[in-house]
């Protein structure tokens, strides 16, 4: 396991929240992050089609509309998203994430989890603070039309795919980032 020092832990804190305060926009209720993360997934099914068949097979996904990532060797990403059961909201989450190393910029980026066993999906629910790791199965946008036909006959519990990346940053992933829940 790997030591991250006091310091660069409370730098990365520190960071997102400032992202946090950035990102908001003035008032972010839960109409907004419903707004957006319908925007998210209508992004996603007129790009990447195959995602429709994942949806409909999930017992659920966190949509995570807009996650904004600064860095420069301490970094931090922040977001908001909805958690969909059926297509219905069901609660809202935040997603935070620290990061330390040779880095700098910044960046924008959605991600969605699709919880493909109702075990998986009951336990992020229960957990008071769930860490993405490595029991996530990543889509890299590079498979474009063929998301679908790849994920579908995966047998990961969770199945993430991160698209909408623009910015200065290079490379977005979702590993290490921290999932709670919230009121908007």
Known sequence: MISIPRR???SGAAAALALSACS??????????????DAALAFIDSNHPGTRELRE???GMLVM??????SFLYGGA???GALRIDGATVDY??????SFGFQAGAQQYAHILFFMTEEALSNFRASQGWAAGADIEYVSKDVGGNIGAETTTALAPIIGIVFGQAGLLAGASVTGTKYTRIIP
Do not use: I
């Not at 509309?65 to 600064?70: D, G, M, Q, W």
């Not at 989450?93 to 620290?98: E, F, G, I």
């Open 8 to 10: 660069t832990l409370l």
């Open 24 to 37: 908001s926009g003035g008032r972010s209720g839960a109409a907004k992050v419903d707004a957006r993360a």
């Open 57 to 59: 097979k999930s017992a």
């Open 65 to 70: 509309p807009l996650v904004t990532e600064a």
């Open 78 to 80: 922040y977001g908001r």
């Open 93 to 98: 989450y935040s997603a935070t994430q620290a």
